[in-house]
Nanobody
């Protein structure tokens, strides 16, 4: 059974850091990524990587604060989040794709599997 399990969320003070983990099982994937969703907002792309070329991608709004990395042997990806802000508060979801490989996809509908999400709350 394909399963993605996120962990590492929690409550952190503004300016602090968290590292999220996503452990995948059941199969290997072409790409894995992180999205987040705050109440009343659409699910937002954060970062992604492709296992084949170990390429990573993130939008400018997250570069310098959030970094994605992976351990292919463990089929696990991480999201290191630094300099956290209250507006980073959201449920963070791990996603996995097996149809794309050259470039990490950035759209929700491009991913095949999703984790249950982990809550990140940044206090003021």
């Amino acid at each position: 059974q394909v399963q993605l399990v996120e962990s590492g969320g929690g409550l952190v003070q503004a300016g602090g850091s968290l590292r999220l983990s996503c452990a995948a099982s059941g199969r290997t994937f072409s790409s894995m990524g992180w999205f987040r969703q705050a109440p009343g907002k659409e699910r937002e792309f954060v970062a992604a990587l492709t296992w084949s070329g170990r390429a990573t991608y993130s939008t400018n709004s997250f570069k310098g604060r959030f970094t994605i990395s992976g351990d292919n042997a463990k089929n696990t990806v991480y999201l290191q989040m630094n300099s956290l802000k209250p507006e980073d508060t959201a449920v963070y979801y791990c996603a996995a794709d097996f149809k794309h490989g050259a470039t990490p996809p950035t759209s929700v509908d491009q991913y095949d599997y999703w984790g249950q999400g982990t809550q990140v709350t940044v206090s003021s």
